[in-house]
């Protein structure tokens, strides 16, 4: 079963980490997690904020775990979290967690789910700077 | 209607919702807060509008009473 979710505050090292996930069913977890960097075009970041609008972003997970096993293996399972909140660097701030049978499926669907998320998943992110000024973010 | 704002546009205006009359369609709302606030002109440009748990583009549906503006997202 999928456990799509915001999360607030970093994710903790249960989320992060995919120990609990490992299963004889699958063959192949492929897990991408984002970190909040210190720096951002040469500016030092000191802290983080993430908005969410958790009914629209749980509806687009939904969708897009759909979309992975439609597109690479019927039976992927989709652990997808984002922290929500403050956060500083070296926090997690997102964890992807894809089970499939076989590591190809499981590569290639964590590549899209990433791309969809930072195109798709509304979540808003405003950097604050060693110079204590802040910066609402706009998607790379 | 009640428009949910978030992220940046929230930020610029200092609250998160704004109330309208009745629009029918997503480039109506956008419009509308355009109209109102020409200094978030561009970001509408560059929004979409969500109703309940899924983007919306087009015509809403009757009867709606609450949509959400969504501009350029960055999480990840």
């Known amino acids: ?43 030092t970041v000191t802290a983080l904020h993430y908005q969410a609008h958790p009914e629209l972003g749980i509806g687009v997970l939904r969708r897009l775990a759909d979309q992975l096993r439609a597109d690479h293996d019927s039976g992927l399972v989709a ?10 660097p070296g926090d997690a701030a997102i964890a992807i967690h894809l089970r ?17 998320i930072k195109r798709d998943l509304p979540v808003w992110k405003r950097e604050t700077y060693a110079d204590g000024t802040t910066v609402w973010m706009e998607g790379s | 209607m009640i428009i949910r704002l978030f992220g940046p546009m929230a930020a610029a205006l200092g609250v998160d919702r704004l109330e309208s009359g009745p629009l029918s369609d997503t480039e109506g709302v956008l419009a509308w807060i355009a109209e109102r606030h020409p200094t978030l002109a561009d970001l509408c440009r560059r929004s979409r509008v969500a109703v309940g748990d899924a983007f919306a583009d087009g015509p809403l549906p009757p009867h709606t009473a609450e949509v959400a503006v969504i501009p350029p997202v960055s999480g990840g």
Do not use: K, W
Not at chain 1, 5 to 24: E, K, M, N, T
Not at chain 1, 100 to 116: T, V
């Open chain 1, 79 to 88: 652990t997808i979290v984002h922290a929500t909140g403050d956060l500083v």
């Open chain 1, 1 to 43: 079963m999928d456990h799509l979710a915001f999360h607030p505050g970093p994710l903790p090292p249960d989320l992060v980490g995919c120990a609990g996930l490992r299963h004889p069913s699958y063959g192949a977890i492929a897990s991408f997690v984002g970190v909040v960097r210190n720096h951002h075009h040469g500016r």
């Open chain 1, 100 to 116: 499939a049978a076989h590591r190809r499926a499981a590569l290639a669907a964590c590549d899209q789910a990433i791309e969809a």
